[in-house]
């Protein structure tokens, strides 16, 4: 079992950026997919960015294709999520999960570890 702390969070205007971190603990980091969910009020928690363990694969939502970027450092124990041009409707809260497999994964249900979240909000 991974546990999972988010930072980073925070109110923006629109097309502005954020980074957000979530520190992991464990030694097995590197050998589990990590990946970015958000949720909306009244919303079901969508897919936003994912990355395999090594780093070298990454996807994305279509809706922030372009505008965000996955990265991870494993000697860190940390994966980020940066967010440019952000937009009103990118207002959400922002959960980090770990799956236990090595490759990239778009599906909630393959994540079995969660942060806590943070909050993202952005005003236009």
């Known amino acids: 079992q991974v546990q999972l702390v988010e930072s980073g969070g925070g109110l923006v205007q629109a097309g502005g950026s954020l980074r957000l971190s979530c520190a992991a603990s464990?030694?097995?980091?590197?050998?589990?997919?990590m990946g970015w969910f958000r949720q909306a009020p009244g919303k079901g928690r969508e897919f936003v960015a994912a990355?395999?363990?090594?780093?070298?694969?990454?996807y994305y939502a279509d809706s922030v294709k372009g505008r965000f970027t996955i990265s991870r450092v494993n000697a860190r124990n940390t994966v980020y999520l940066q967010m440019n041009s952000l937009k009103p409707e990118d207002t959400a809260v922002y959960y980090c999960?770990?799956?236990?497999?090595?490759?990239?994964?778009?599906?909630?249900?393959?994540?079995?570890?969660w942060g806590q979240g943070t909050q993202v909000t952005v005003s236009s």
């Open positions: 999960a770990a799956a236990p497999t090595v490759f990239v994964t778009t599906r909630l249900t393959a994540y079995d570890d």
């Open positions: 464990g030694r097995t980091f590197s050998s589990r997919a």
């Open positions: 990355i395999s363990g090594s780093g070298t694969n990454t």
